[in-house]
């Protein structure tokens, strides 16, 4: 007799009023209360009887009631034994349950464990039919009752991680959890081993007791199986994703700074400009920030205006960048100071990658296209070490890719090292991520070479556009008065004056001396020497502007021209004031000497003169035939007349 027939015969015998529905479920009055509609369910499984009160009697109590106890649960008063086979239904392991709900294993025990009925869930995977993941060999057989496909693990819900999961691979898998914490445990253990593995994976729980076998038990269908919303918010594990590039469509950059046909800054990246203290790398982050909020920085933003967040770590907001944001003409109501507050409303400073989720967040609510923070390496979280590229990684990449995700550029103000280095990235303070995540680095300088105090911005990263024929530019701070209602407020306003025929890099070469080439220190004695018998030939003195075009008009660059003077120790003097004023090159006094006692001489030339100093000159050396000096340039020497009266007043006397 199975215990299923053993229940029914009791509730005959004890006068219930039993009704039959299919073969292996009855309908009864329970014994163990006062019923007078059925409420009692009987349900045969493999092995078993599940028994349940709809009433809420327990099902010791029903038992008691009917003269017997939990052994009569089983076909066998011993408990009951599941079978672990292999594909080929060979036994690998039996467990053995008893009626206390103790469990034994035997067989293979050692390594990977098998599923429960593994032949008949290769064959529900192979067919495409719907398996249920279950917690225990019982919950297997309550569904194999109702006619669905079950399996389980054996030695428990903590030890899943030890199941050979393989054969659900591309399945469609309904996981029944128990209601309880264990369950949710398990729960986790099964979205790891089988989330990217199984073609679905769906999370369920009973909709009447604890676990499947109570659900079917209680007459429940499997469609009743009701959502488990633990499981479905929990985060995805890791998983691969392949995306053919067929499947990608290529888009042209969009540049939120671009001149003419070369773009400066894409839009969606990052961005980093680095210099040393004093540059005005922060005014110009002032400057972009005037431009985006108004809609005039030449690029995609043209037209435009977009709300700009800044994110201030040194500088006072109502000292100084509020002050510099006036005198840039940004629109104060675009842009937005940054502060990251607790609940306490107590102000934090940013920290990435922690805050990443907020600033994604204000950027997509406010439409933001640019966001400066000021200075970069200060908002880096306080746990990953600044000067180790793969910590600094975890903060720039994700950064980097919220920059792509909402368009907006994220702009960085970084600082140089004490290096004597000259290549600018190279230069920028912490770990080699900070040149390497952003897609344009800017270097920024202040020229000494400039007698008008004079800056060069060099780019000398742009990942998706050109770089090496990007021209330096040239700019310069000036200062500006701000009305405030407490009076008038001194800042600083960033101003492009052009291109720049000097580079960062050469302005941070000539400050600290590097070692110069031999072509290049036989370059510099050349225009040495020109300088010096020019000068010399016009008394010592001569207007800057004649120099320089007479230099270009030598082949000398007016950068060259300029460090030459310094070198022979030219002084600049200044005539007038403002706009009309004029600047003069002079040789220190005692210099004015003829013009070949400055000329640079091979050692050929060291060797003793046969003539006089005076024939050698009148004979080598020819002279303008209009001003009769000397023609030292070899372009003179051709045409006969020399750079000052090409460009002077004598110019119409040589046509």
Known sequence: MTAFERIVDKLHQGGSKVRTHGR?????????????????????????????????????????????????????????????????????????????????????????????????????????????????????????????????????????????????????????????????????????????????????????????????????????????????????????????????????VEWVWREGDAGRIPSGSLSVAAGHEGTGKSTFGVHLTAQVSNGTLPGCFYGQPRTVFYVAIEDSWKFTLAPRLLAAGADMGKVGRFDVINIEDEELTLSLPHDNALLEREIGLHNCGLVVIDPLMSVIGETIDTHRERDVRTALDPLAKLADRTGAVIFGIAHFNKSNNTDVASLITGSGAFKNAPRSIFGFACDDADENGGRVMSQVKNSLGRVDDLPSLAYAIEPALIKTKKGLAETGKFVFRGVSERSVADVLRDSRGAPMSTDDVEERNEVDAWLTDYLKADSGSAPAAVVLKAARAAGFSEDATKKSRRRIKAATVRLGYGKGASYTWRLPMGASMGAMDARVRTPDSMAPMEAPMETEQATLVPKCRLCGRPLLAPKSQQRGICERCCIGPNKENSA
């Not at 059925?38 to 008691?64: F, K």
């Not at 269908?221 to 959502?227: A, D, G, N, S, V």
Request: glycine share 8%.
């Open 24 to 252: 292996n479920r009855v309908q009864a009055t329970c014994p163990a209360h006062d019923d007078r509609n059925p409420s009692l369910s009987v349900t045969a499984i493999e092995g078993q009887a599940l028994v349940h009160c709809h009433a809420g009697c327990q099902t010791v109590d029903v038992l008691a009631a009917l003269g017997l106890d939990l052994k009569d649960l089983f076909d066998e008063p011993s408990g009951a034994r599941y079978q672990y086979t292999d594909r080929g239904g060979n036994v690998l392991r039996t467990v053995t349950r008893t009626p206390d709900k103790t469990f034994k294993q035997a067989g293979q025990t050692k390594g990977p464990a098998p599923l429960y009925r593994l032949p008949k869930v290769v064959a529900a995977v192979e067919e495409g039919a719907t398996v249920y993941l279950v917690e225990g060999e019982k919950d297997v057989l309550a569904i194999e009752s109702v006619g669905a496909v079950a399996t389980t693990g054996p030695m428990g819900a903590t030890n899943f991680h030890k199941v050979d999961v393989t054969p659900l691979n591309g399945a469609h898998v309904v996981a029944v959890v128990d209601d309880d914490a264990a369950g949710l445990r398990w729960a986790e253990a099964v979205r790891e081993a089988l989330d990217g593995n199984a073609a679905t994976l769906t999370f369920r729980k009973a909709k009447v007791g604890k676990d499947a076998a109570d659900h079917v038990a209680a007459g429940c269908t499997l469609e009743q199986l009701e959502l488990q919303p633990v499981i479905e918010v929990a985060p995805p594990a890791r998983r691969a994703r392949i995306t053919w590039a067929s499947q990608i469509d290529p888009e042209p």
